[in-house]
Structure formats: C-alpha cells, structure tokens
C-alpha cells in the first residue's frame, strides 16, 4: 500500500476483488486523493477511450462539451480497473502509455497530458491465455502485473464461510433491525461442504435471503433455503467431482427459477455471461 506500485488482482467472479483496491487506497499516501472505479466490462467498446482519457468538444458524433476522463479526474489518486481482461486492444496500449510515462492523448486532441496515478487492476479472465489468443497485451500484462494478488475461491477457504456468515448476519440485522440468524452444527457442515460457484457474493445474497424469508433466526440443515443446500453432496468414495456438484447445484437453480437465467445468476451471485459460459462447457446452454 505505501508504495505506487501496479497491482492486479485476480480471483473467480464473487470473490472480493473489489475490496483489496479500497484498503490498497486507504492506507497508502494517496488516501486523501480520489479513488476511480472503473467497471471495463460495463463500458461500450466506442466510448471507453473517452471515459478514461477524456475528449475534446466535438471530437466525434455527441461530444457537445470536454470531457476530463478518469485519469484526469484521479490525478493523485487511484484507479481501480475492473474486469481488466476486456479492455480493447486499442485502449490497452493507450494503458500501457500511462502506465510508463504517466501521459496521456484526450480523443480528439493532439495534447499530451500528465496524470499521478496508481493503477489496480482486477480480472477473472486468465490473462495468459488472452495473451496466447492475441486479446491482451504481454507488456501491458507485466506492467499491471508488478504486484500480483491472487484470491482464492470460497470453497477453498474453510471456515472463512462460516466467518463471513456471522458477519453478513450481523450486517443485514442491523440493516433490518432484527436478530442475527445463527447456524445450527448440522447446518454450519452443510455449508462447509457446498462448493459455492458464486462465492463470496453469492452468500452474502443467501444470507441476506435468509434473513428477511426465514422463520426462525435459527437455521437448521432442515431450513436452510434450497440454494444453501450441499443436496448433491460429493460422495464418500470421491466418485463426484467439484465440476459435478456445481453443475447439479446449478441445473437445480435453474429448475427453482423456471429456467430464468437471469434469476438463477442472481440467486447464484455470478454473471449471466459466467452462467452462460459454465452451461455452454456442459452442453447446457438451451
């Protein structure tokens, strides 16, 4: 944190990656500068350049006025780069640029400008493979890449689960101003053995469920909601794989939701684009 250096930040969706950029920003010297988060994935292809870098009055079709960009509004600050993975080629390299020289070109200017920025950057896309398939830069990759954050997937992080239960309890009851739910042991192995494919955001969406539609702030295994459930459980003899019980978790949603894909990404806490992808994989997708 107290250094400038890049950081980029990698993990499956729904693991936390937004949070490590705001604690990099609190405790660094920039603390009291701007913090920019910029969701990559969210912004048209044709406008991105003009969100990030700024653009001259009339430098194209709707540019009534200037536009300062993320860079020049961070100047001193940090930006947080989400979704990294699916920034255009002609963008990357205008990244690159700043990322060596701190310069940068508004679109439709010939003007080199300056910015003091600290770059983080997050994606779940596995940027080697970009590399290899020719949609991301190598140079780009090792300038963002100088301080590498990998966060694990919930499922492998044991008893965290049950650490974040109580927190996001104790956050939703103050919200609604009611008790904490509590875990029976029957239902606190249960949860340790679901493999949670939308991780940290899916149960915080589960526990948050839970909290306003359960009849009791007690959960058993009998009462847990159908998403909390390991009903497909791996077998004893191992004969069930990790993909296996995802893949039934999943199918099962998509049955509670009547087939709404956006529904089951919803309760599931993943994109419907990951959604999409993981039934395309198994031969799902309809």
Same mark, same amino acid.
């Given at each position: 944190?107290?250094? $400038?250096?890049?950081? %980029? ?27 920019? +988060? ?12 003009? #969100? %990030? ?6 430098? @194209?079709?709707?540019?009534? &006025?200037?536009?300062?960009? /993320? @860079? ?26 700043? *990322? ?14 300056? !910015? $003091?920025?600290?770059?983080? +950057? ?9 590399? +290899?398939?020719?949609? @991301?830069?190598? $140079? ?30 104790? $956050?939703? =009851? ?8 509590? *875990? ?6 249960? *949860?340790?053995? /679901? ?27 009998? !009462?847990?909601?159908? #998403?909390?459930?390991?009903? +497909? ?23 509670? !939701?009547? &087939?709404?894909?956006? #529904? =089951? ?5 993943? &994109? ?11 031969? *799902?997708?309809?």
């Amino acid at each position: 944190a107290p250094t $400038d250096l890049s950081v %980029l930040i990698t993990g499956e969706s729904g693991v936390g990656k937004e949070s490590f950029p705001q604690i990099i920003h609190q405790y660094s010297r920039r603390k009291h500068g701007q913090y920019i +988060a910029v969701n990559c994935g969210a912004i048209p292809e044709g406008t991105i350049d003009s #969100e %990030l870098f700024g653009h001259e009055k009339g430098a @194209f079709t709707g540019a009534i &006025g200037e536009r300062k960009g /993320y @860079f020049g509004e961070a100047d001193g600050g940090t930006i947080f780069l989400d979704e990294v993975g699916e920034l255009p080629m002609p963008t990357q390299a205008r990244l690159l640029r700043v *990322l060596e020289s701190g310069e940068f070109i508004k679109v439709g200017s010939s003007k080199v400008q300056k !910015t $003091d920025v600290r770059i983080v +950057a997050a994606t779940n896309v596995n940027l080697t493979q970009a590399i +290899a398939e020719g949609r @991301f830069r190598e $140079d780009l990759y090792y300038r963002l890449n100088t301080v590498p954050i990998q966060i694990p997937p919930l499922r492998e992080r044991g008893d965290d689960v049950l650490l974040l239960f109580r927190k996001f309890s104790a $956050d939703f =009851a103050e919200k609604y101003r009611m008790p904490a739910i509590q *875990l029976t042991e029957d239902a606190k192995k249960e *949860l340790l053995a /679901y493999p949670w494919p939308g991780n940290v955001r899916e149960l915080r969406n589960a526990v948050e469920r839970s909290m306003i539609m359960a009849d009791s702030n007690v959960l058993s295994v009998g !009462t847990l909601p159908p #998403e909390f459930r390991n009903d +497909a459980g791996v077998a004893a003899d191992g004969s069930m794989t990790l993909e296996d019980v995802e893949r039934n978790h999943i199918v099962k949603i998509l049955e509670y !939701t009547g &087939g709404n894909k956006s #529904e =089951a990404a919803r309760l599931l806490g993943i &994109g419907v684009a990951t959604l999409y992808r993981k039934l395309e994989s198994w031969g *799902l997708k309809s």
